[in-house]
């Protein structure tokens, strides 16, 4: 198999996976990952099965998503590769009884193989990079107290604050773009993996 056809399956992979993942395409969304596969979210931290699983209570729970991805940036070494996707995911949710649009900016890296002759995904981290909330309709008043953001982490502070809202906690160690040092070390690792 060609360097360029393998890129162009590779592409084809992240953006399947993240097609599916926005529709609700269950099993489309478990074919693009190995059974082995794991998964790091805001929501989601370990197997791809239990992310699919829950990708789908999610869905059908809190309504649809907007997920626009940016051109992916891809390498590949033989059976292995790596990819950066830009992603930006819009929601809109009730928040202290105002409707509200939620919109997080990530990347997500995805380390993907190529076993038995077929690419899919063997690992996907998303890194936060930012995060607005807006009334979603201009001029309301979301109600949000300063106070309860202190101590949140600027990569993903509404995300945090709106899931407290329903009792739902964020972990505050996820990968961010206000930690260089761990994301440094991600990248490292993902890098020494793809030339293994």
Not at 44 to 65: H, K, L, N
Not at 92 to 108: C, D, K, Q, T, Y
Not at 124 to 131: A, F, K, M, R
Not at 188 to 194: E, K, P, T
Request: proline share 4%; hydrophobic share 40%.
């Amino acid at each position: 198999m060609s360097q360029t056809s393998s890129v162009t399956e590779v592409g084809q992979l992240v953006l399947r996976e993240r097609q599916s993942r926005v529709r609700a395409l269950t099993d489309q969304l478990m074919a693009c990952f190995h059974e082995d596969a794991t998964v790091e979210t805001s929501w989601s931290q370990g197997s791809a099965q239990a992310f699919v699983s829950g990708a789908a209570s999610r869905s059908a729970s809190s309504g649809a998503i907007i997920n626009r991805v940016g051109a992916p940036v891809i390498q590949v070494n033989g059976v292995r590769g790596f990819v950066e996707l830009p992603s930006t995911t819009t929601r809109w949710i009730p928040v202290n009884g105002i409707e509200a649009v939620l919109v997080s900016f990530m990347r997500l890296l995805y380390r993907v193989e190529r076993r038995d002759g077929v690419w899919k995904i063997s690992a996907l981290h998303s890194v936060n990079e930012g995060d607005t909330l807006d009334a979603a309709v201009p001029g309301q008043d979301l109600g949000v107290d300063p106070s309860a953001l202190k101590g949140l982490r600027h990569s993903y502070r509404y995300l945090a604050y709106t899931r407290s809202l329903d009792g739902t906690e964020v972990s505050p160690d996820l990968y961010g773009i206000d930690r260089p040092d761990e994301l440094d070390a991600l990248y490292a690792d993902a890098a020494a993996w793809l030339e293994a």
